[in-house]
């Protein structure tokens, strides 16, 4: 049967998979990565806004603002543990397990963010408490994000992997949006004093909620198919990251290269870093908290969009092209940011953050179909994961500290444009470095074919 016919499909596998199974693959995958980034955005935009003050207040005022950003820096030191992990765990066991477990201890430290004394009440306990749930949740991204993709591209055709493959990273900026917008209504309800001594903590606390929802939703999805045969079969390997690193490591940093040029930009919404900027009370721009929220809010509806129509046309042009027309618009939209951003207009600011999202969702969009493609079955839960893990601490793990710290060094926001504009050119070369691998087979019956290096002058792995 075609696989672009309606009614069941044939999966990578060969077995059947009906479209009732599809949709509730790709629903599961929105909703548990959207509920996993809501946790991850909320303590981001956190730390721009409240946590210098809150946790950190004793290092003076400068200071005590990139230590807060740093925080957000750290948990993506722990993403390879998490990746590392979960590559193990889901190599060997399945890829809903370990998506099961993510989902849950990112949302108890998400939640206990939110009941924490300050460093007012409980003194130096408070950040070093505040940095231990930080890292439980760098933990659980390394391992959610490469399980989420799994089961989206696992199951889908293979002509319509880019766009099934888009469903759990259109998560991400819904997340963003929940998060922002959580946070902009907070700051309306309970604003100014209120919003520091209270307000922040209600979004965290609401992750309660959203873990019951992911967690009911994840239950009644099925194991991917290309695990399940591996399994049956009983071909799980032993060692699946001592086997990665061992044949595939060169394609691992190649991978990572190309999301660190996406991660490091898109981390100046975020990591918080344009919300501190914008609303620093001392800073040169000094809007309000709310109308910023708002923007960054607007902003993230058009990333999900342009998230959603790259996933579509890797499917049609393939994935590297839609990359290379990626990157371009992206690095337009680095040029364009902070003098936009800057004019103090909150249109102006708004246009910024909407332009950079074009860039940002062609290049996020394939990258779930892209990286499935580029590993073999037998380590490709290991291979995404750690690729991914790794690109997020070149790129995005301490875009905002970096930025912030160029920013009073120099006086000017022109140093961060040139450092984004050197993390694009990063992922565009990673890019060229890679053939395109749109519609290979992922089953374990292609392992030979798949193991062959898709790095330009490299036969094999």
Known sequence: MSTSQPGPALTPTGTISSATDRRR???ATVVGTTVEWYDFFIYAFAAGL????????????????????ITVGISFLFRPLGAFLAGHFGDKYGRRVVLMWTLILMGAATTLVGLLPTYAAIGIAAPILLIFLRILQGISAGGEWGGAVLMAVEHAPKTRRGLFGASPQIGVPIGMLLASGAMAIMAVIAPGDAFLEWGWRVPFLFSVVLIFVGYYVRRRVEESPVFTEIAQRKEQTRMPVVQ?????????????????????????????????????????LRLETAPVLGAVSIAAVSWLVFTWVGGWLSDLIGRRTTYIIGWIALLAGVLALFPLVNTADMWLLTLGLVLLTVGLGFTYGPQAALYTELFPASVRFSGVSISYAIGAILGGAFAPTIAQALVQATGSTDSVTWYLSGMVMLGLIGTLLLRDRSGIPLGPDHEAEQSLSPIY?????
Request: hydrophobic share 55%; charged share 10%.
């Open 50 to 69: 409240v946590f210098a003050q809150l946790f950190f207040a004793p290092a003076g005022a400068q200071f005590a603002q990139i230590l807060s950003f």
């Open 244 to 284: 990665l690193f061992r044949k595939h490591a060169l394609l691992v940093f190649v991978a990572a290269l190309v999301f660190a040029g996406n991660n490091a930009v898109g981390y100046m919404t975020t990591g918080g870093y344009i919300q501190r900027y914008a609303t620093d009370p001392e800073g040169a």
């Open 25 to 27: 693959v790709v629903f």
């Open 457 to 461: 002058g490299l036969s094999k792995a």
